[in-house]
């Protein structure tokens, strides 16, 4: 069984932290082959998007602010063994939807892995800066600005 849930920092029992640390550590780290500072003191402030399956972390987000404010998306996984089956565009479809909704934001950053822009492209996201490296990788910052 798969299910859904949103939850500030405070509320993640320790279980859930554990394993949502541990399929960030395993997508972005160990599969992505890049070394750099996962635990960043902004999980504290986020609230964090996630699909368990049998006790497993298999997608996940985190909605935080920006030093400036702004509502960002960051961290957005999906397990290698889950992709391919519409459980990425769940993810982003209920991550805007609480966003725009639950915190009452009309615009929403992420700062995309270049080889997604299309992806994200599909859910109102444009390119705002040129292709940068973060952490070894090419990354573009992106916006959704929601018209009401």
Known sequence: MMSWQIKKFSDLTIDELYAILQVR???????????????????QTAYHLFKE??????A?????????GQAA?????VQRQCRGKGIAQELLTKAICFVEEELKEGTIKIQAQEY???F??????????????????????MLRIHSS
């Open 73 to 77: 998306l960051g961290r957005v996984l």
């Open 120 to 141: 994200y492209g599909a859910f109102g996201f444009v390119p705002v800066s040129a292709v940068y490296l973060e952490d070894g990788i090419p990354h573009v910052d």
């Open 60 to 68: 996940y987000l985190r909605i935080y602010r920006t030093a400036a």
């Open 116 to 118: 997604l822009i299309d």
């Open 25 to 43: 550590f395993n997508v972005f780290v160990l599969e992505q082959q890049c070394l750099y500072a996962e635990i960043d003191g902004k999980d």
């Open 53 to 58: 399956q049998d006790g497993e972390v298999v």
